[in-house]
């Protein structure tokens, strides 16, 4: 959460469009999630898009497969508990994008549907990989922008995107700019510039997901210099899967360093009216000091994500996993740190 805003506040109340990325296993896809859930629960209609083809948000919503049609998928609940707005979701394929531009931007109808059979869509997704980013990109914009499309739209008050992990998100998200390059004039250089211009405006943040552990929080330090050298406006960084403070400060360092009294915990147990041998005391010291040690280096992650001087938000590991009532829990505790 910003230091310039208390608990309650909305840290990002101008933005339209929330892209989330992470190195993979950090649960990009679960954060993007509660982040939809959570803008609902501010009374917004929110589309939640995901373009990677693997229907991560019909598993998280338990939901059948998502085909390329916005679907209700949840409702979001204000602070008393009732109302809010509602989750739309997208599942964003190339092939389909790219028929849909064709008969936004050309008028082909039938012909685009010729072209289809004809493999001519997937010949050019496949040997241009850059042409699908493109489209996914596209269909995003035309999302953001819908209320200037007509009645027959819906319209939504903000767009989240789950989009590709860290290492390629500045690509993803730079590709426009190439193609503005290669197409001087005509739909493809104005629709190219369009999106780009969507894309480095006050109306998007890019959002990275980390867990407290050197390769993600490095690849997050990465991510951040990557979309910044290429004019993309960085958002927060969301530290996820975080575990709880079990142990205090004093018992921490006893653990770790091997000095817990076995006398006491050998009473302890006993007093708990369990069986109690050398082998199970050793144990339990043995995952204390693992413990102790996991806390350390969490904290020395912390440290260096806090260097990244961005918006910081944590969400917790949930002991059951992540299902919907975890994703409500989720999006309540980014509500109340200010980024939705």
Same mark, same amino acid.
């Given at each position: 959460?910003?230091?310039? &805003? ?27 999630? !509660? ?9 917004? =209609? ?8 693997? &229907?991560?948000?019909? =598993? ?13 998928? /949840?409702?979001?609940?204000?602070? $008393? ?9 997208? @599942?964003?394929?190339?092939?389909? /994008? ?12 039938? %012909? ?30 035309? /999302? ?18 789950? @989009? ?5 998100? @500045? ?6 700019? *190439?193609? %503005? ?9 104005? &629709? ?20 407290? $552990?050197?390769?993600?929080? &490095? ?10 050298? !290429? ?22 360092? #006893? @653990? ?6 076995? #006398? =006491?915990?050998?009473?302890?147990? *006993? ?15 043995? $995952? ?9 280096? $969490? ?14 938000? *944590? ?16 999006? *309540? ?6 980024? !939705?």
């Amino acid at each position: 959460m910003s230091d310039e &805003q208390g608990p309650g506040a909305e840290d990002w109340p101008g933005v339209r469009l929330h892209v989330v990325t992470g190195k993979g296993g950090t649960g990009k896809s679960t954060v993007a999630a !509660a982040l939809a859930l959570a803008l609902a629960s501010r009374g917004k =209609q929110v589309l939640l898009c995901e373009v990677e083809g693997r &229907q991560g948000i019909a =598993q998280l919503f338990d939901v059948p497969p998502l085909p390329y049609e916005e679907r209700r998928i /949840a409702s979001g609940a204000d602070s $008393e508990g009732g109302g809010g707005g509602h989750v739309y979701a997208l @599942a964003i394929d190339p092939e389909s /994008a790219l028929m849909e531009y064709l008969a936004m931007y050309y008028r082909l109808g039938r %012909a685009g549907k010729a072209l289809d059979r004809f493999g001519v869509i997937d010949f050019a997704t496949t040997i241009a990989p850059g042409v699908r980013d493109v489209l996914l990109t596209g269909k995003v914009y035309e /999302a953001v922008y819908r209320n200037k499309r007509g009645k027959n739209h819906r319209e939504y008050d903000a767009v989240v995107l789950d @989009a590709p992990p860290t290492g390629r998100i @500045a690509q993803f998200l730079g590709v426009n700019k *190439e193609l %503005a390059g290669l197409a001087k004039v005509g739909p493809i250089r104005s &629709q190219a510039d369009n999106v780009m211009g969507l894309l480095r405006s006050k109306r998007t943040r890019v959002h990275l997901v980390t867990v407290l $552990e050197d390769m993600p929080v &490095q690849e997050t330090a990465d991510g951040i210099a990557q979309l910044r050298d !290429a004019g993309l406006p960085v958002g927060g960084v969301v530290v996820n899967l975080v575990r709880g403070r079990t142990l205090a400060e004093d018992v921490r360092r #006893a @653990a770790a360093d091997g000095t817990l009294p076995r #006398a =006491q915990v050998e009473a302890d147990l *006993e007093k708990a009216g369990l069986d109690v041998t050398p082998e199970v005391v050793d144990e339990l010291l043995l $995952e204390a000091r693992d413990h102790a040690e996991r806390r350390e280096l $969490e904290d020395r992650m912390r440290e260096r994500v806090a260097e990244l001087d961005v918006p910081t938000y *944590e969400l917790p590991r949930l002991p059951d996993g992540v299902d919907l009532g975890g994703l409500y829990e989720l999006a *309540e505790d980014l509500v109340e740190e200010g980024m !939705a």
